[in-house]
């Protein structure tokens, strides 16, 4: 009992020294909301960050996330600063990317099984926005901006991780977008996105891409052009084709243009930026100059600023019949919008040809109706069982979404 109190002070006094540190940094959007303060750094490993005392003082208020009947939400993790991408291992450590640069990569478990991390490991501080995670044989690849890192045998290694190697530093150093999201695909190859570095410009190859590479390295190729930043993709689990997020651009006003889900059957097709937005909006700068296409327009038009980040293709037996093999997407919320739009997680369902077909809010109320935020959803990733995590990166947490039928 007083090991688990000095924990807790102990606890304690490292979210006030945090708290100091991240001043300005953790809430600088639109509508910042202030009734959950700065998520404290996790303490050192191993002990547990979590325990009752700790969800008693920095409850999260999950009771005004709305969602359809049947479905519930909890805090699956807290005090995750800046929590971002996320990778479950095969044998169940959460891998959490961070966006912040000298930003930290974490590693969470939930050691008793009640669906609550009780051990937090840093794996690496002080790395270049880390925001990009992936597993593969029991090494954890991270996503830095200009290159990607590897940290072998992390698997058996999470209290003593290991100097990394480096896969690849032939990325550009642009921060503007340069965050990656990364993802092993069913063809074993990394797929790494290039953003454009702007609101709106013409770069060449890699920019406004998606590439792949070897787990080694080696083997780079362009997957897709035109596209502006995706920070979220998935293959679909039958035809194992790549589907992606990308964030349309700002300044064109609240309502235009939209964000986008995109389908890409096939390597080397053009998704229309910066030349055309959504399904085929001229962009006003550079519509009239585009080159002969062909251009891809997007699979669906999102909402317009909703920062459409992680998507999943939901696999699991847990949710309704209705839910499988459909998309749900973690839209982060706009800064460049008079009203916030976003800040919920929304589904889209594809019909029997394959196509996308409809665009609902799946769960929402992270934000309220002037747009005052306390949580912003960034990724989204499915357990074993059928359950649905979802990180936030602006109350630092990490929840997990169960269906229950009555
Ligand atoms: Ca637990
Ligand atoms: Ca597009």
């Not at 090494?139 to 072998?152: C, G, H, K, S, T």
């Not at 052009?225 to 790549?242: A, I, M, Q, S, Y």
Request: aromatic fraction near 12%; include cysteine; charged fraction near 20%.
């Amino acid at each position: 009992m007083g090991n688990r109190i000095s924990l807790f002070v102990l606890t304690f006094a490292v979210f006030v020294f945090a708290a100091c540190l991240d001043a300005g940094g953790g809430s600088n959007t639109s509508g910042g909301a202030a009734e959950i303060e700065n998520p404290p750094a996790p303490a050192a490993n191993p002990p547990s960050i979590t325990g009752a005392e700790w969800r008693e003082k920095h409850k999260l208020p999950v009771e005004k996330i709305k969602m359809p009947a049947g479905f519930k939400i909890d805090v699956f993790a807290y005090g995750i600063t800046n929590a971002r991408s996320l990778c479950l291992s095969p044998s169940g450590t959460l891998f959490v990317g961070n966006r912040r640069n000298n930003g930290n990569v974490y590693a969470l478990k939930d050691t008793d099984g009640d669906f609550r991390a009780d051990e937090v490991f840093v794996i690496a501080e002080n790395l270049f926005m880390p925001n990009g995670v992936a597993f593969r044989d029991g090494d954890l690849y991270v996503a830095e901006v200009n290159r990607v890192i590897v940290f072998r045998d992390i698997k058996n290694r999470l209290a003593n991780p290991p100097a990394y190697e480096v896969v690849t530093d032939a990325y550009p150093g642009d921060t503007h977008h340069g965050w990656k999201f990364i993802r092993f695909g069913p063809d074993g190859k990394l797929y790494v996105p290039v953003g454009a570095p702007c609101n709106v410009c013409e770069r060449p190859d890699p920019y406004a891409g998606i590439t792949r590479i070897n787990h080694d390295g080696s083997g780079f190729e362009i997957v897709a052009r035109g596209v502006r930043n995706t920070v979220g993709f998935d293959w679909h689990p039958v035809t194992k084709e790549l589907w992606f997020t990308d964030n349309g651009r700002d300044m064109m006003g609240d309502d235009v243009p939209p964000d986008e889900l995109n389908h890409a059957p096939r390597l080397g097709m053009h998704f229309g930026f910066p030349y055309f937005h959504g399904k085929g909006i001229p962009d006003p700068e550079f519509g009239n100059s585009a080159p002969a296409g062909p251009y891809t327009p997007a699979a669906m038009e999102l909402g317009p600023h909703v920062a459409s980040l992680g998507m999943r293709f939901y696999t699991g037996n847990m949710f309704p019949a209705e839910y499988r093999n459909q998309i749900f997407i973690a839209e982060h919320g706009s800064w460049n919008r008079t009203v916030p739009l976003g800040a919920r997680v929304t589904l889209v369902k594809l019909g029997d040809d394959g196509e996308a077909k409809s665009y609902h809010v799946f769960a929402e109320g992270w934000q309220d109706a002037h747009g005052q935020r306390w949580g912003r959803p960034v990724d989204v990733e499915l357990m074993p069982d059928g359950s649905m995590l979802v990180s936030d990166d602006h109350a630092g947490a990490i929840y997990r979404i169960s269906y229950e039928s009555n």
